[in-house]
């Protein structure tokens, strides 16, 4: 059982090119999260999904997409990256979003040139 | 504004000494408040989560206290070991919303021999 993985671990990316993030779980949370971590700040919500189906946006959702298909997966996508995008991601699930304990994936660390 | 301050933003204790990290917060209304525990190139683990009428938990040697009124937290470490060395991240979840945690930007411990 690994819980919940992402991929790349790390991944070097041109400006303006287009990257997926992959994040796996499987504890069939019903809820997952996409975020950011920079230095100095705290973690920051791009974007999260209740259930599959259905996303919403958190604090910081310019410039990434993400999509729900199934309960197992949540993909980020960059469409055109920019420097500002370099970061750790982070993705978390939990059994259900509000007051549960989110479970965290080990990262993406992220650089954009 | 819904807000959570952590204290010190960074802190070397020598091994078998104990500590303890600071958080504050303005989140309203309060649901519960959990420390995470990330260790460097990982995602965050939960150490402990709080409800608004408890003021104390304990995990091992580590144990959280709770002050609803005044909104502070404080986690104490016991007896340090070098694997205690790690980030300390208060976050602190709203009573309502699915967007609704928000992060200290965290305390880096270095325990060292």
């Known amino acids: 059982i690994a819980g919940i993985t992402q991929a790349p671990t790390s991944q070097i990316l041109a400006a303006g090119r287009r990257m997926t993030l992959r994040c796996t779980q499987d504890m069939r949370h019903n809820a997952m999260y996409w975020y950011r971590q920079d230095l100095g700040l705290g973690l920051r919500l791009i974007h999260y999904s209740n259930t599959a189906g259905t996303t919403g946006k958190g604090e910081v959702p310019d410039g990434y997409s993400v999509s729900r298909a199934n309960t197992d997966d949540f993909p980020l996508t960059l469409a055109s990256a920019v420097p500002s995008q370099t970061s750790v991601y982070f993705c978390?699930?939990?059994?259900?979003?509000?007051?549960?304990?989110?479970?965290f994936g080990p990262g993406t660390r992220l650089t954009v040139l | 504004k819904n807000q959570v301050e952590q204290s010190p933003q960074s802190l070397i204790i020598l091994e078998g000494k104990n500590c303890t990290l600071q958080?504050?917060?303005?989140?309203?209304?309060?649901?519960?408040l959990r420390w995470y525990k990330q260790d460097t190139g990982r995602g965050p683990v939960s150490l402990t989560i709080?409800?608004?009428?408890?003021n104390t938990k304990s995990n091992g040697r580590y144990t959280a206290t709770l002050d609803a009124d005044t909104k502070q937290s404080s986690l104490h470490i016991t007896a340090s070991q070098l694997s205690d060395s790690a980030s300390y991240i208060c976050?602190?979840?709203?009573?309502?919303?699915?967007?609704?945690?928000?992060f200290g930007t965290g305390t880096r411990l270095t325990v060292i021999p």
């Open positions: 958080c504050n917060y303005t989140v309203s209304p309060f649901s519960n």
């Open positions: 976050v602190v979840t709203l009573e309502t919303g699915a967007n609704n945690l928000f």
């Open positions: 978390a699930s939990s059994v259900w979003t509000g007051h549960n304990e989110q479970f």
């Open positions: 709080m409800t608004f009428s408890e």
